[in-house]
């Protein structure tokens, strides 16, 4: 029984980067591919611990989007209307995709939260 209030406790405490594809630093891109700058918020738990934002080409090399996934080690990305090559990019290289009908990133990253918890909270501990 102790491992499962253990792996409770840990699951609660994930630490994730999500990165949000915008040109403003107020609204997400509507195309990810052109996009300018990504907005990395890292949370734990149910709070934002960190906010950064990065120019995409200053990422290292030909494959920018990417690049930038690896530099800052992102676990989710969250855009409106993905195309079929971020799609097969996320997919192959583990990283969640959300797809989102919001506009605003801080309403785009307050509802991923909350996602989030929703989910860890219906984790079940019972043998």
């Known amino acids: 029984m102790a491992g499962l209030a253990l792996q409770r406790i840990i699951i609660n405490h994930k630490i994730m980067n999500v990165a949000i594809p ?73 990283i969640e995709m959300v797809v989102t009908n919001e506009i605003l990133i801080t309403n785009a990253i307050t509802e991923y939260i909350k996602e989030q918890n929703l989910k860890e909270s219906n984790y079940c501990c019972c043998p």
């Open 22 to 94: 915008s040109d403003d630093l107020m609204h997400i891109a509507d195309n990810f591919n052109q996009a300018g700058k990504l907005v990395i918020f890292t949370t734990e738990k149910d709070k934002i611990t960190n906010e950064q934002c990065i120019d995409i080409k200053t990422c290292s090399d030909s494959n920018r989007i990417l690049s930038c996934f690896k530099d800052y080690s992102i676990s989710a990305a969250i855009l409106i209307k993905p195309d079929v090559d971020v799609e097969l990019l996320l997919s192959k290289n583990q």
